[in-house]
């Protein structure tokens, strides 16, 4: 039997053990001795290290790291601790530059084009999805929304210099297709600057086109000087048939004059132009705007020239409309050509860009079928 006094020493100390565990939580399942043998079993000496072990076996669902520590202070000082400790995350800033380029143009380069629109004046943006699965409600106890998408684009809010990074890749890499000039006004908002990456951009057709439109949203691109191709709607350039004149040719009433869309691009083309010149490329920039195709329904349905002239189709007669709209461009081409020579005259850039562009329009001009 232990005398009174022992007792009463013991039970201090047996106090301040529960106190400790109760600062702990049971770590049940997950870590076991190699041996199979309960994890309260001594260790066992090894002769040759002359020293105790214990090989254990450590489960976790998360990356991990064993730091190693010896309690300082309290009821436990001197003991010694294993600690788990959560493994860094991935770096990806560690990489070369070269491939997380590589990365993020796997992540955000897409074959098809990039259509956006404007829904009650904020920007809707339908790609770069990963998955299909809908949000199917607001979870109570983790108090967030549930199975939500994913979305790629997602990698662009990690941190400012990954921002900068894949900005330019989504914008160097993809064709970009908008509705209206509000929508491309309002993406160079948001986009703080990244625009001027722009390579390729669409500027589709819609109800109510008209030069108004067409030069609002080129005056927004005048600073994009990374630009490649700019495509118009059809409807800016094309001549259609008037079914109430038996289908005699006349202009679109959305379609522009080339004087108009000269006046239009002038400040885009100069800007290009300037920022060609400094990097030494080569080329006519006025090349770089083009219409787009036929997109009414029956040239969407009957591609065939042959198939379309046996319906009442506004361009049916699709070799008048090419031939209408290579002269269209020609005169948009030489108007373009003398408006920007005597420009860069005035602004001492001039015989260069002069001879570039001369050089240039006589070999499409001799590129071109003589007519009769």
Known sequence: MSSPDASAAAAPEANAGDRI???FLPW????????GAPLGRPSTFDGTTSSFRHAVNIES?????????????GAMQGHRALILVPAGNFRLLD?????RQMIYGYLLTREEPIKLKRYVGRLVQQSFTQGTTKSDGWNVELRKWSSREQHLLAITGVNKEIHQEAAEVLYSTNRFVFQDPQTLSLLSKLARGGT???RHIELSSSRGDSSGHL???INVLKDCASLRSVRLPHASVCYNFDPASNFRSRRSADSVSAKTLVDACLPLLFNLQKARHQRQIMGNVVDILSNATCDCAWCKLMPNEANRRSIHCHC?????????????????KDIAGKRLAGKNKVNGLGKKFTSISGTLDSLWQSSQPKTS
Do not use: N, R
Request: proline letters at 2%.
């Open 21 to 23: 565990m109760e600062q």
């Open 28 to 35: 049940e399942g997950s870590c076991t001795l190699a041996s």
């Open 61 to 73: 669902d998360i990356s991990y790291c064993l730091k190693q520590y010896t309690i300082m202070t």
């Open 95 to 99: 990489l070369p530059i070269e491939i």
């Open 196 to 198: 001027h990456h722009f």
């Open 215 to 217: 030069a609002a949203a």
């Open 316 to 332: 049916k007669d699709f070799a008048t409309v090419k031939e209408q709209e290579d002269q269209f461009w020609k005169t948009f």
